[in-house]
């Protein structure tokens, strides 16, 4: 028996998804890349709520998947990020609908739900009251209310989210390269930014023990992994929920630095996402002083406007955020920057925007993830005018996209001639190549001769493409 999983949005739902196949092997399922499989049994899905597109998307598959259910018994489940608006919804689609940090109770829940599972002969079905597999229930009847959220919302204090989510990181997680993973260190979000739904649904931060985060990562390098990326919805802030317990985030990085120096294994360390806020000169510091921590910045900026970062309750300003840049360029001059930006965000004049475009050229960042505003409904922006026009957004985003490549062409051309270290990552889209990509992740192409995936490689770089380039291994 199979499953089929899908996870949506950013590497922390991916990264979660990992541990939801854990859990479905050990029950003894094995996973399937066809959702359209006949021996998939479980389709579950780790939604996104930061843009509509991925919520439509989620409406489309659990249409065809519950177009099948009457011709085999399966199951469907739904978990991540999910609005409330969105979950009275999926629970009218969805067989289950569970947040994340559940995810333990998930064997329970299949087994009380009453699917095929692969070790159905030796559950005492009568005595746990199941249902039976041959009476599936109807669509429209999940059996697991959703109940993580912000406080505000009537749902679990911080404590016991706590509890809840330190077991959710306790599953061991079933990497999906063996070469770069995810690590979690934080769960959840205070910030409250006006545009963003992950308060609302990740609910409060909760830094994961430091202990846990270090012995996996040390584990990760034991066993070959050269790349970690700590993840958190705002990771500088870690340790701040048990300050005077548990190690600030510069602390967490220096403890990850000597376990490269201890170890004398190369591997590279990064993080996202920070706040401007929460960055210290003390974090860039202990960053310069190891290998280990790779020289890369992902900075959101969301706008170069004051106005618009105060409307998005963003909480700096942008000399705040000027500041930061110009102490990265100086304690760490070789790192790479990059950076978030929403276009169109609800009343953004044109000359604010052209403030967010004049930023883009001053700093130069290396790459910018550009995102045209849409309105979630429990983001408290959601309530603000949607005012700047479908066409108007895509006229910005195209001029931002278009400053980023004047700015990413010429200094990838630059890198022409030179020699790059580059980690190995995968195959190619080009037969015969390899991909990979430089210590401030800028992607590389690569002949496949003599290489390996996993190993680190000095290359020749022959040429470059605005967001990428190319070379031979010296
Ligand atoms: S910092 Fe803002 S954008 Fe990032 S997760 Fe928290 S609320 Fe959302």
Known sequence: ??????????????????????????????????ENDPEVTIRG??????????????YGRIRNWNAVKSERSTLTFISGCVLPADREKFLKMFDLVFPIDQLPELPDMILHYGVPTPGAFEVPRVETGMVSSDQPPEVGQAIIPFEIGAPALGKP?????????????????????????????????????????VPYTRGREVSRPSAEILAEV??????????V????????????????EELSFPELMRAVGEIGRETEIEFRTYFTSPHPRDITRNLLEVM??????????????????????????????????????????????????????????????????????????????????????????????????????????ERRFRKLSTILLEITTPLNRRRVGTVERVLVTGE?????????YTEGRIPVRLAAEGVGIGDFVEVEIISARPLSIEGRVC
Request: proline residues 3%.
């Open 1 to 34: 028996m199979k499953y089929y999983i899908l996870p949506f949005g950013c590497q922390m739902n991916r990264s979660d998804s990992e541990r939801v196949r854990t859990v479905l092997n050990g029950m003894g399922y094995v996973e399937s890349d066809d």
């Open 45 to 58: 899905i780790i939604a996104c709520s930061v843009r509509q597109k991925a919520i439509d998307r989620v």
């Open 157 to 197: 204090g911080r404590e016991e989210a706590r509890k809840r989510i330190e077991s959710f990181w306790k599953v061991k997680p079933s990497y999906t390269s063996p070469v770069e993973a995810y690590v979690p260190i934080q769960n959840g979000c205070d910030k409250f930014c006006t545009f963003c739904a």
């Open 218 to 227: 040390r584990f990760l390098v034991n066993n070959g992994c050269k790349s």
């Open 229 to 244: 990326m700590l993840l958190g919805q705002n990771v500088n802030s870690y340790g701040l929920d048990k300050k005077g």
């Open 288 to 393: 310069s002083e190891y290998e280990v921590l790779a020289n890369w910045i992902h900075l959101p900026l969301q706008s170069g406007d004051d106005k618009v970062l105060l409307k998005m309750n963003r909480n700096h300003s942008m000399d705040r955020y000027r500041s930061v840049v110009n102490d990265i360029r100086r304690i760490l001059p070789e790192a790479a920057l990059f950076t978030d930006i929403i276009v169109g965000f609800s009343g953004e004049s044109e000359e604010q925007f052209k403030h967010t475009a004049d930023v883009m050229r001053e700093f130069k960042y290396d790459m910018a993830y550009i995102a045209r505003y849409s309105p979630r409904p429990g983001a408290a922006s959601a309530r603000w005018d949607d005012d700047v026009s479908r066409e108007e957004k």
């Open 428 to 436: 190619d889209r080009k037969v015969g190549f390899l991909s990979g």
